[in-house]
Structures are given as C-alpha cells and as structure tokens.
C-alpha cells in the first residue's frame, strides 16, 4: 500500500511564499510523473504543475513564472516552491505520482491546506 506525504502547507500573507513538499516510497526509476494539483471550496481539482522522470515541467497558466516544481531523487521527494502567492491560491494542494509496476498506477496524497490572506 503506497501513501504519498505532503508537507508544507499553512497561512501566508499576500506576495508570500510556501514551499510544498511531497515524499514517496516509490522508486524513482518507476515513476513516470509527479505533480501538484490543488481544489479550491467548491471548485474542481486542477492540476498545478508537474514534472516527469526525464525532467519536463509543466505549469497552469495561473502559476506559470511563480510557482517551481523540482525534485530531489535520492529522497524520493518533490517539491512545489510558491511565490508571490495570491488569495486565489487558498486551496488543498494534493501530491500526485504516476508510476509503472507492470502497468500505469496513480498515487496520491490526502493533501496540505495552503492559505492566503489579504
């Protein structure tokens, strides 16, 4: 049984910054992709950003210049640096991994509140 950890999360002011992190007892040789994604009160779950084995990124549109996602391998971990964070940013951030043991699985975590006040 795989569980994702997210950690990082609290109350920011407005221009303020966080940095998400997220720790997975996945091999990393296994993992596809991992990536952020975040819902909101009442709004869908939407994808943040992510980044695939070989090192690509990708942003939403919204994030894209504030928001970097990196990883660390030998700790199995990923990390979302937030800046110049915005009221709109309030939501539950969720970790995600794809990986492959024999197929395509999606693991995720039970999420980080990240809060910002204006």
């Known amino acids: 049984q795989v569980h994702l950890v997210e950690s990082g999360g609290g109350l920011v002011q407005a221009g303020g910054s966080l940095r998400l992190s997220c720790t997975t007892p996945?091999?990393?040789?296994?993992?596809?992709?991992m990536g952020w994604y975040r819902q909101a009160p009442g709004k869908q779950r939407e994808l943040v950003a992510q980044?695939?084995?070989?090192?690509?990124?990708k942003y939403a549109d919204s994030v894209k210049g504030r928001f970097t996602i990196s990883r660390e391998n030998a700790k199995n971990t990923v990390h979302l640096q937030m800046n110049s964070l915005e009221p709109e940013d309030t939501a539950v951030y969720y970790c995600?991994?794809?990986?492959?043991?024999?197929?395509?699985?999606?693991?995720w975590g039970q999420g980080t509140q990240v809060t910002v006040s204006s």
């Open positions: 995600n991994a794809d990986a492959v043991d024999g197929f395509v699985l999606s693991y």
């Open positions: 980044i695939t084995g070989g090192g690509i990124t």
């Open positions: 996945l091999s990393i040789r296994s993992i596809l992709r």
